[in-house]
């Protein structure tokens, strides 16, 4: 799959009790990538959850990747994500094998992301590029980062971190194959409205 557009991220506490409709509003909406981020430790919740965004994935033609779990990555047969300190990049892809997607957080430092590319990540992830509802506290990044990128890091770049509708132009403009967004696309007051969001940030992509 081409790692280009939308990347939307599941958030528990925003999302409860509108998880699904949500969520399809976002695929509906032309998402490529979703991760489950879920940091409970309801495993059986977090199962049952993820199978069934497999599904709603599969119908969609989206890719489903799990938020620092490697081992439900591996039971669903689906795409991962981890951290800095989240585990082993490479362990992860012998783990998962050479087709799953892997990404991996750069925060603003183009050398853990050339690390990251030598271990076998499919994308690597900078951020945080604007103030984030969601994790106020992560490093901050700034589009000279995106620039400095280019020729050197060989792998799709995913932008996260405050993504809006007005901010994420810029991001792309700037070399961000892909955007990852949890509040701006989901903190809205209806799946109308998510899907709304979710097909302006794909037309980002695919201008004309
Ligand atoms: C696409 C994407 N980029 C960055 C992150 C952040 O990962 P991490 O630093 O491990 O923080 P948590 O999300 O686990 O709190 C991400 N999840 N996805
Ligand atoms: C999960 C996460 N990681 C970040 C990083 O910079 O690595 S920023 C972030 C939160 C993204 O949510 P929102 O779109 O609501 O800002
Ligand atoms: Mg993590």
Redesign the pocket.
């Known amino acids: 799959m081409k790692l280009r557009g939308l990347?939307a991220?599941t958030d528990s506490q925003l999302l409860e009790g509108r998880l699904l409709p949500y969520v399809e509003a976002a695929l509906k909406g032309g998402a490529k990538l979703l991760?489950y981020?879920d940091?409970s430790t309801d495993e059986a919740r977090r199962l049952r959850e993820a199978e069934v965004l497999r599904e709603l994935c599969n119908r969609y033609g989206a890719a489903l990747i799990i938020?620092?779990d490697a081992e439900l990555a591996a039971r669903l047969g689906v795409g991962l994500?981890?951290?800095?300190?989240?585990g082993s990049l490479s362990v992860a892809r012998a783990l998962l094998g050479r087709q799953a997607i892997i990404?991996g957080?750069c925060h603003a430092q183009l050398e853990l992301a050339e690390a990251a590319a030598k271990e076998g990540a499919s994308y690597v992830?900078f951020?945080r590029f604007f103030n984030s509802n969601t994790?106020p506290g992560?490093p901050s990044a700034d589009v000279a980062l995106l620039d400095a990128s280019k020729g050197r890091i060989n792998l799709p770049i995913?932008a996260?971190g405050g993504v809006t509708l007005d901010n994420a132009p810029a991001l792309i403009a700037h070399g961000a194959s892909m955007v990852?967004v949890i509040h701006g696309l989901f903190a809205a007051d209806s799946a109308a409205d998510v899907e709304r969001r979710a097909h302006a940030f794909s037309a980002l992509f695919n201008p004309g």
Do not use: E, F, M
């Open positions: 990347y991220i991760q981020r940091k938020n620092d994500h981890l951290g800095q300190s989240d990404g957080t992830a951020g994790k992560a995913v996260i990852a």
